[in-house]
């Protein structure tokens, strides 16, 4: 069994930085990713790390300015979310799992109860 907590959210203005921080209480053997949901929108792929190799993916919208680490020594996935904008505003959440699926929903089983950001402009 594996519980993820999230912290980091806030609010920020545009242009500004954010590091988010998934806790896991577990196993790391997980690939780890974090998805986001704005009001009246669908949960959405935001960016992946993979356990075996550490290999990262992002989304287009994100790519190029969050970057997605994870620290094994202290059970802890970040995001480090720079040049935020309004757009970016959503909750996030922390997700494991090894379904196979980095990109979707289906591909993670374990899932954190998320953070808020907010990016005013």
């Known amino acids: 069994q594996v519980s993820l907590v999230e912290s980091g959210g806030g609010l920020v203005q545009a242009g500004g930085s954010l590091r988010l921080a998934c806790l896991v209480s577990?196993?790391?053997?997980?690939?780890m990713a974090w998805f986001r949901q704005a009001p009246g929108k669908e949960r959405e792929f935001v960016a992946a790390?993979?356990?075996?190799?550490?290999?990262?993916y992002y989304s287009d919208s994100v790519n190029g300015r969050f970057a997605i680490s994870r620290d094994s020594a202290k059970n802890t996935v970040y995001l480090q979310m720079d040049s935020l904008k309004p757009e970016d505003t959503a909750v996030y959440y922390c997700?494991?799992?090894?379904?196979?699926?980095?990109?979707?929903?289906?591909?993670?089983?374990?899932w954190g109860q998320g953070t808020q950001v907010t990016v005013a402009s």
């Open positions: 577990g196993p790391m053997s997980y690939d």
């Open positions: 997700g494991a799992g090894n379904g196979g699926y980095i990109r979707l929903l289906i591909g993670y089983s374990y």
């Open positions: 790390i993979t356990w075996r190799r550490s290999s990262t």
